[in-house]
């Protein structure tokens, strides 16, 4: 029963974090744009959708679709001032928009609703599971990883849609430079706020999923590590593949959560444990730089 | 419409920190015309593509494209009115075949709206058979059939260049500015470019204005020849009066790149 529960709660973690790795693969391997803030994404739609289900007593379906509107909204938002930026100037920006977002949570206690040990540092618990009087203890579980396999289908659906459309061939062009888009009057700035919108749409879905599964947040669940884990799923699974970007997020999260079991193993102190996860998400990555360049799913070339 | 200008170009000025890439360059080019721009290395030509074509802001002067002042535009808007530009080092996005950069090029394509995308696919479908079809003749045209499924950052750099003509003809100009379209271009396939560069113009009525080092295609297709040097126009005339203007030899042999103009190679 124990190693089920584990089992569920993992592959829960695959779904969010699969709906996260399709969005920055849509950003970062389609469009290259170097999202180093898609943690963000994530934050809001947490934050969103708790102060809209908490707060207001909105039904779980309003906080989700909140959080999407929100987090989209954002995505285009800062978009508007870096949208010119070069690939690295981008990412520190983002870098930074990220952080920003972090800080005003950790800082606005009201967000959440206020009171004494509640928002900003202690975060907020008791964000109420949709439809949780209908199961028992057991069996929630299966029904939310339902409720994210839903969403991550729908997902992965929607951008797989969009990257083989016409859409997806101009974002794919940008990747190289705006010089030749431009000069086809394609007008990439546009579209790089598209895509901005879009993959912060998505994130803020993962984000709702979360807050609600979990029943707690804090800012220092979405510092920017949350972000490299994501990266890492994209470069692991494959760039420009959506099935790599969720084979990714299967692979990552497998490593990530395979340190505990270590200790049964190797006598480790808890707290090295959980800095030894990080390593092996790093190794992970940089395996893939010498050995795969592409990742495991390499990107498909589309035939006519 | 023989004599309408469809491309006037009024003392155009551009400095990149001191020097003078562009000194003062007026010119018009008729519609319906082949007209060449040629001129040493470093004389402007690229530069003036990059002005014309938006991707370099002009000090000063004004250019007009079908009579209408293009004024502070973004490249991208300069393409959708109607200017069509090739580059001198053709670009190819990697991870695209062939057949891919062709169907990128076509303008208000309904399937490059997000909401299009699942709210017209009927639309979407239909577009892309008629691109697809356009594009098979495009490939004919510049001979890569075979390589249509071929990531195109694989070409070699002539075929490169032909494809960067097949791109930018789907996108329908009505002027074309063509920066070397020749160059790296193998010289069997150069006779048939000459001949698919004027049935553009006489077949679907697109006016061109071409960079161009090789000479004889610039006698072969062009009816007028504008000469720059040292960011100016010192000549402009059919290619013949070209060969036998003084300032245009005294440009050429006096020049730093002491090229001959009118060899008989490449």
Same mark, same amino acid.
């Given at each position: 029963m124990g190693l089920v529960n584990f089992l569920v709660y993992l592959a829960i973690m695959m779904g969010i974090y699969g709906i996260l790795s399709l969005s920055l693969n849509l950003q970062?391997? =389609?469009?290259? +744009?170097? #999202? =180093?803030?898609h943690v963000a994404f994530f934050c809001l739609g947490a934050y969103t959708s708790t102060r809209l289900v908490?707060?207001?007593?909105?039904?779980f379906i309003i906080g989700l679709l909140g959080a999407m509107v929100i987090a989209g909204l954002f995505g285009y938002v800062i978009s508007?001032?870096?949208? #010119? +930026?070069?690939e690295d100037y981008w990412a520190i920006a983002t870098l930074a928009a990220a952080e920003v977002v972090r800080i005003f949570f950790l800082n606005?206690?009201?967000?959440?609703?206020?009171? &004494?040990?509640?928002?900003?540092?202690f975060g907020i618990g008791g964000i109420p599971q949709p439809l949780?009087?209908? =199961?028992s203890a057991y069996t929630y579980p299966f029904f939310y990883l339902a409720v994210v396999l839903v969403c991550l289908l729908a997902t992965y659906v929607i951008i797989n849609a969009l990257t083989q459309s016409p859409f997806g061939r101009v974002i794919k062009s940008i990747r190289s430079g705006d010089n030749l888009p431009q000069a086809l009057g394609k007008d990439v700035r546009a579209f790089r706020m598209k895509v901005m919108a879009i993959g912060g749409t998505f994130g803020g879905l993962a984000g709702c999923l979360w807050a609600h599964y979990h029943g707690f947040i804090s &800012?220092?669940? =979405? +510092?920017p590590l949350e972000t490299f884990i994501v990266w890492a799923m994209v470069i692991v699974g494959g760039k420009a593949n959506n099935k790599g970007a969720i084979v990714g997020a299967v692979v990552i999260m497998v490593f990530y959560n395979s340190?505990?079991? +270590?200790k049964d193993y190797i006598p480790i102190e808890e707290v090295t444990l959980a800095s030894l996860r990080m390593v092996v998400i790093g190794v992970l990555i940089v395996i893939a730089m010498i050995f795969m360049k592409e990742g495991l799913i390499k990107e498909k070339k589309t035939v006519y | 419409m023989e004599n309408s200008v469809i491309l006037k170009i009024e003392h155009i000025y551009k400095n990149f920190g001191g020097i003078l890439?562009?000194?003062g360059v007026s010119f018009s080019v008729e519609a319906n015309s082949i007209t060449g721009l040629i001129g040493p290395n470093g004389s402007g030509k690229s530069t003036l593509f990059n002005v014309i074509s938006g991707f370099y802001r002009k000090d000063s002067g004004e250019i007009y494209f079908r009579g209408e002042k293009i004024e502070g535009l973004e490249p991208c808007n300069i393409a959708m009115l109607g200017i069509g530009r090739t580059f001198q080092i053709s670009e190819a996005p990697e991870k695209t075949t062939v057949l891919e950069n062709l169907l990128l090029?076509?303008?208000?394509?309904?399937?490059?709206g997000v909401f299009n995308v699942f709210l017209n696919p009927l639309r979407i479908r239909r577009e892309h058979e008629q691109h697809l079809n356009n594009a098979l003749g495009i490939l004919e045209l510049i001979q890569l059939t075979d390589l249509k499924?071929?990531?195109?950052?694989?070409?070699?750099g002539g075929q490169k260049k032909l494809l960067s003509l097949g791109r930018i003809l789907m996108s329908e100009p009505q002027l074309l500015l063509l920066?070397?379209?020749?160059?790296?271009?193998n010289p069997t396939l150069v006779k048939d470019l000459m001949v698919a560069i004027r049935n553009l113009r006489d077949q679907k009525g697109i006016t061109i204005l071409l960079v161009e080092h090789n000479m004889r295609v610039i006698s072969e297709i062009c009816e007028r020849v504008i000469v720059l040097d040292f960011g100016q126009k010192i000549a402009e005339g059919t290619p013949e009066e070209i060969q036998s203007n003084e300032a245009v030899l005294e440009a050429y042999l006096s020049g730093s790149s002491k090229r001959g103009l009118f060899r008989e190679d490449t």
């Open positions: 970062y391997g =389609f469009t290259g +744009l170097a #999202n =180093f803030g908490l707060v207001f007593k909105m039904p508007i001032p870096t949208a #010119n +930026l070069k606005e206690d009201w967000v959440v609703g206020g009171g &004494p040990y509640q928002g900003g540092s949780r009087s209908l =199961f &800012p220092n669940q =979405f +510092l340190t505990r079991f +270590l | 890439a562009l000194n090029a076509p303008k208000r394509q309904c399937g490059e499924n071929e990531y195109a950052e694989n070409l070699s920066d070397e379209p020749t160059a790296g271009v």
